[in-house]
């Protein structure tokens, strides 16, 4: 235990960090960090980020990339039944479900800023795969005599049935 006063004690480590290096360093790295939380926290509000942690599927469509995919989900047979998220999201735990939404977010944020994006929009392997397990969630005990699993040329649910969700 040290004899010095408690204000001393506490203000040793912080003021030693602090002596480490040049002031204009410390304002430096505050202004990058500043920066960089204000230009996040306006793209994040001028892109209605919030909206993306919802289930509304006009969520979608703040990107204007994603209209033909939205246009389309509206005329199709699972408007009814399923929004983007019932497709486009893993259904075993919220932890997954919110962890592919933050990939998403970021590609598709980077995408938005820096214009490099493939149109029409491309689906990714990893949403891919998202997708095929949310084909199974739903229609899982109806394909599970046809999944083809057994077959010479295994495949998946959106080798043939690509436009499903997505009427053209």
């Known amino acids: 235990m040290s004899n010095a006063p408690p204000g001393e004690r506490a203000g040793r480590p912080l003021a030693r960090l602090f002596s480490a290096f040049p002031l204009w360093i410390w304002l430096a790295l505050a202004g990058l960090f500043g920066g960089a939380a204000g230009l996040g926290g306006f793209t994040f509000a001028y892109a209605q980020g919030f909206s993306y942690l919802s289930n509304d599927p006009q969520a979608c469509v703040n990107c204007h990339i994603m209209r033909d995919q939205y246009d389309a989900w509206n005329r199709g047979s699972h408007k009814a039944v399923a929004v983007c998220n019932d497709c486009h999201t893993p259904h075993n735990n919220i932890i997954s479900k919110y962890a592919v939404k933050g ?16 149109e029409p ?34 495949t998946d649910c959106l080798t043939c049935h690509e436009g499903v969700g997505h009427d053209h």
């Not at 929009?121 to 397990?133: F, P, W």
Request: overall charge negative.
């Open 103 to 118: 990939i998403n977010g970021f590609r598709h944020s980077y995408a938005f800023t820096t214009g490099d994006f493939h």
């Open 121 to 154: 929009i491309q689906i990714t392997a990893m949403n891919r795969d998202v997708t095929e397990h949310a084909c199974l969630y739903c229609h899982g005990n109806f394909v599970a005599d046809i999944a083809h699993a057994d077959s010479e040329n295994p």
